[in-house]
């Protein structure tokens, strides 16, 4: 297998255009200079390993170009197609790939080789190897001085709203768009057309320009709208039945995944009527489907009034050398907690354990925050607001918890024991003839005064007593650099994903978060050779 083997120093004409490009394009100008320590000996015999190990025959191109070429394209943000025509005539690419040849101006590679090592890299876990790498040669760069830096690891995490490249329908739509595409996928396999497909499977609503102009109802309707539903219902179970009478494999995929599809959907979305037939389910029901294509996309909220369609990105950067050493995508309804296993197992084989964490608080749960607070680190976040007292009583800030006693004293003096997670019951006894009881409580006589604790309640207490002091306020918003991480990584990539799926969305944000890198990198050697000259 051929080897990436590019000059190390450059040429003239190279510098000329480096000049050029370093005045819109700085990375091209970094990428360019340390290639060759990104992309050493070792780690593109790694990349060949990916060749060896599955014996699919050899690389068309030197793998190391390939994967340099994967972050061309991720800091432009450009098709693959359009990566092709770059590598062919744009010479800022063609001097970081190597190839600015005269009188040659020959892709450096194929649309189709591209795609094929991308899934090659995805499928042997490599993109995560070259954000590692990133790492490593930050180790390695004068710049970053890492003897200098703090010998704790503090490490920030938060994640980001990243909506679906799928189309999100509703019920209708779903059943439609799968019922179409199961039969163009028999049309396919039968040598035939969707139209004489639809025609003996007797499902001709799946003929229209949409499921519902074909339908042809008053919407506003709700009879109407009920006996279209299970119009389109009977059709689409015709459709799936005849399929499996009459196309050999249609257990397995591509049809499989619409066959799948259609039961999911009307699993989750439908309920039987008494009377016969279905009808739309109230409420919504849990990791509902909402896209045919993007199987794995899911609603999420960042907040009560603001939802989205996708996915989240969830990224730990490394606060003192402001490096992203870990990250993972989710779909949108899974709680961010979730994200931590696999954040740690970044961390793990990068050697690295976190001394202190600082989070968005609904990571204050997680499996990482658990293992930072059993090890003695230090968990910095904002706690969690509790339900605010009524006007002119008590309020939970004014009772002394003891965690290590496991005791709640009320600002009358009364105490009572407490498990964390539990709701406290004073003694109604007590409170009856306690003197501060307009002032605590406006509960019914015979009743005490209660105060929930959470599990966690000893952290919350020391995350209250945090946030309430100006040192306190000040190393909360230690965790600035990781929001400034991700607007970097939204004003790269924007709002939209350009993958669907989970693993393929997880392969982005690590090509990101490795340019991120490298331009903090970048940015550390300028900043050392200004302060030399």
Known sequence: MDRWTPEVACSEREERLLKLAGKSRRLLVFLRRHRHELFDEAFQAELEGMYRQTGQGEA?????LLCMALLLQGYLQVSDAEAVRLSATDRCWRVVLGTLVPDDDAPAFSQGGLQQFRERLIHHDMDRRLLERTVEVAKKT??????????????????????????????????????????EGAARLLG???????????????????????????????????????????????????????????????LRRYIEALGQVKAQDLEPVEAGGVRLRQGVAPDRRISIEDEEMRHGRKSKSKRFNGYKQHIGTHLDAELVLACTVTPANRPEEEATPELKKDLRR??????????????VNSELTEEVKQAGGEVVCKPWPGRGARPGLYGKKDFAVDVKAGTITCPAGQVEAFEPGHVVQFDPEVCGACALRAQCTHAASGRGRSVRLGEDEGLQKRLRRLQGTRSGRAKLRERVPVEHQLAHLSQRQGSRARYRGTRKNTFDLRRLCALQNLETIHRRIDEQRRLAA
């Open 350 to 363: 990068l050697g690295l354990e976190p001394d202190a964490v600082f989070i968005d608080r609904a990571y």
């Open 192 to 254: 035939t057309d969707v139209e004489e497909v639809c025609r003996q499977a007797r499902a001709p609503v799946l003929l229209g320009t949409s499921v519902k102009a074909a339908l042809d109802i008053d919407w506003s309707d709700a009879d109407e709208k009920q006996d279209a539903l299970n119009r389109l219902v009977r059709q689409v179970d015709r459709l799936a039945a005849w399929v499996a009478r009459h196309v050999d494999g249609a257990e397995e995929a591509p």
């Open 142 to 183: 004068k710049a970053f001085d890492w003897k200098k830096l703090p010998a704790t690891l503090r490490l920030a995490v938060d994640s980001r709203p990243l909506e679906g490249a799928g189309r999100v329908e509703d019920t209708f739509n779903l059943l439609g768009h799968a019922g179409k595409k199961l039969a």
């Open 60 to 64: 068309p191109q030197p793998p190391a």
